[in-house]
C-alpha cells in the first residue's frame, strides 16, 4: 500500500456525518495544517464573515457529548481536552479555513487550491465509500 494511500485513509477516518454533512472538525484540521486549535479557532472568529453556516458551525453540547461517546469516554468530567465546543467545517469551509491560515500547509494549500491528501474532497468521496463513517446524533 502507497504512503498516499495510507494518508487518505487517515484523512478518511476523520471525517463524520453531522447534521446530514460531511465534515471534519477543528482538531483534525489544525493536525493536517500543523497548527493549533486555538489558532483555527482566533482566526475563524476573526474571519466570522467568510464562514457562513454552510461553511462551518459549532457543535452543540449534545452533538459534543455522542461525539465523545463514539470514543468510550462516556464520563462528563473528561472533556478530552476540550474547553471549547469543537467546530466542524464542511468541505468549502476547509478550503476558505487554508485562505485565512499562515501555516507552510495552508499556504501550499492555497496555492494548489485543494486540501493536502484531498481532505477537502475526501469527505463526499468517503462517505459514498465508507458505509461505517461515525454518525454524531443532535
Request: no cysteine; proline share 4%; aromatic share 8%.
Amino acid at each position: 500500500m502507497s504512503k498516499t494511500s495510507i494518508e487518505q485513509q487517515v484523512i478518511e477516518r476523520k471525517i463524520y456525518v453531522l447534521r446530514g454533512r460531511n465534515i471534519m472538525l477543528d482538531r483534525d484540521l489544525a493536525e493536517l495544517y500543523g497548527v493549533s486549535t486555538k489558532v483555527i479557532k482566533r482566526q475563524v472568529r476573526r474571519n466570522r464573515d467568510r464562514f457562513p453556516d454552510d461553511f462551518m458551525f459549532e457543535l452543540s453540547k449534545v452533538e459534543t457529548e455522542n461525539w465523545r461517546r463514539q470514543f468510550g469516554t462516556s464520563n462528563l468530567g473528561d472533556k478530552m481536552g476540550l474547553r471549547y465546543m469543537p467546530f466542524a467545517f464542511t468541505e468549502h469551509g476547509i478550503l476558505m479555513l487554508s485562505s485565512v491560515l499562515n501555516s507552510r500547509q495552508a499556504i501550499a494549500v492555497k496555492g494548489k487550491g485543494t486540501v493536502p491528501n484531498s481532505a477537502a474532497t475526501a469527505p463526499k468521496a468517503a462517505a459514498e465509500a465508507n458505509p461505517q463513517q461515525l454518525s454524531i446524533a443532535s
